[in-house]
């Protein structure tokens, strides 16, 4: 079991920033390559963005492009996802995830964070 935890959320406007941090748990085959995913109410979760364990490769969904950057910071298994020109539609419960297969499979539940809530007001 890898334990992964999210922070950063929050209410914030349309047109405001927000960085989430994520930090995923050592074991044998780590450092991951991480993924961020999101669910919006009575939606089902999608990927946002995912980055290769060497931060060489990144993938964006196209809603997010040009506005989300996914990024990996010096301590190993920590990523980050820096969000700008947050719209409402944004709005969702964000979760980092270990990915198994690139650019979005994913483990179990095991290897999900709990998520963390990003509300962006009109």
């Known amino acids: 079991q890898v334990h992964v935890a999210e922070s950063g959320g929050g209410l914030v406007q349309a047109g405001d920033s927000l960085r989430l941090s994520c930090a995923a748990s050592?074991?044998?085959?780590?450092?991951?390559?991480m993924g961020w995913f999101r669910q919006a109410p009575g939606k089902e979760r999608q990927l946002v963005a995912s980055i290769t364990w060497n931060a060489r490769t990144t993938y964006y969904s196209d809603s997010v492009k040009g506005r989300f950057t996914i990024s990996r910071g010096n301590a190993r298994n920590t990523v980050y996802l820096q969000m700008n020109s947050l719209k409402p539609e944004d709005t969702a419960v964000y979760y980092c995830?270990?990915?198994?297969?690139?650019?979005?499979?994913?483990?179990?539940?095991?290897?999900w964070g709990k998520g963390t809530l990003v509300t962006v007001s009109a």
């Open positions: 050592e074991r044998t085959f780590s450092p991951y390559d």
């Open positions: 995830a270990v990915l198994s297969g690139w650019p979005s499979s994913t483990y179990g539940e095991d290897y």
